[in-house]
């Protein structure tokens, strides 16, 4: 059973760089080359929203609204891929979901999601 | 982008109602859209992949249709344990999620 958890500091300040880890058990991140994995996130009180994602452990996509700030990256050898967010404002307070996705198929597997907030 | 137009923002309406959702998308994603159901403080769950593949486990009164533009995700016989956020999500290109729409009981 595929098992995803995210994890990393629930509290970042204005303008710092926000990292969010999601740790994959249960499966392998690169066993395959039809899965993407992503990070998805619901700011309060908002809908959810794309944050980026990874294909074939190399390529990424992201939102062109944060494309600027955003990095995903992966190691293969932990099982784990990363989130990285910089220049944060209270806007990016949200909770943060990672998932497994199948190309065209939707996302199946996701985690439990972490909160962050932003604020000094 | 492909933009996902999700409506009604919300709706109420009373259990065993037909409950309907449309997402209609700006270009044509052939049948590359998805069903989410969120209920808060849980995890997004997976019903509808392909626009009307019922995903495993998901109770067949949930259904979904279409195709290119146009999509509809219905709730046959609405049940009080389906109160939640659903959202389409398109696949064709970056996975973008509608607006999402809100169901309550009447």
């Known amino acids: 059973q595929l098992h995803l958890q995210e994890s990393g500091p629930g509290l970042v300040k204005p303008s710092e760089t926000l990292s969010l880890t999601c740790t994959v058990s249960g499966g392998s991140i690169s066993d395959s080359k039809t899965y993407f994995w992503a990070w998805i996130r619901q700011p309060p009180g908002q809908g959810l929203e794309w944050v980026g994602s990874l294909y074939y452990s190399t390529n990424t996509y992201y939102n062109t609204s944060l494309k600027s700030r955003v990095t995903i990256s992966t190691d293969t050898s932990q099982s784990q891929f990363s989130l990285k967010l910089s220049s944060v404002t209270a806007a990016d307070t949200a909770v943060y979901f990672c998932?497994?996705?199948?190309?065209?198929?939707?996302?199946?597997?996701w985690g439990q999601g972490t909160t962050v907030t932003v604020s000094s | 982008d492909i933009q996902l137009t999700q409506s009604p923002p919300s709706l109420s309406a009373s259990v065993g109602d037909r409950v309907t959702i449309t997402c209609h998308a700006s270009?044509?994603?052939?049948?590359?859209l998805n069903w989410y159901q969120h209920k808060p403080g849980r995890v997004p769950l997976l019903l509808i992949y392909?626009?009307?593949y019922l995903e495993s486990g998901v109770p067949p009164r949930f259904s979904g249709r279409g195709s290119g533009t146009s999509f509809t995700f219905t709730i046959n016989s609405l049940q009080p344990e389906d109160i939640a956020t659903y959202y389409c999500q398109q696949s064709d290109d970056v996975p973008l999620f509608g607006g999402g729409t809100k169901v309550e009981i009447k």
């Open positions: 270009h044509d994603i052939k049948n590359h």
């Open positions: 392909g626009a009307s």
């Open positions: 998932a497994r996705g199948l190309q065209y198929d939707g996302m199946d597997v």
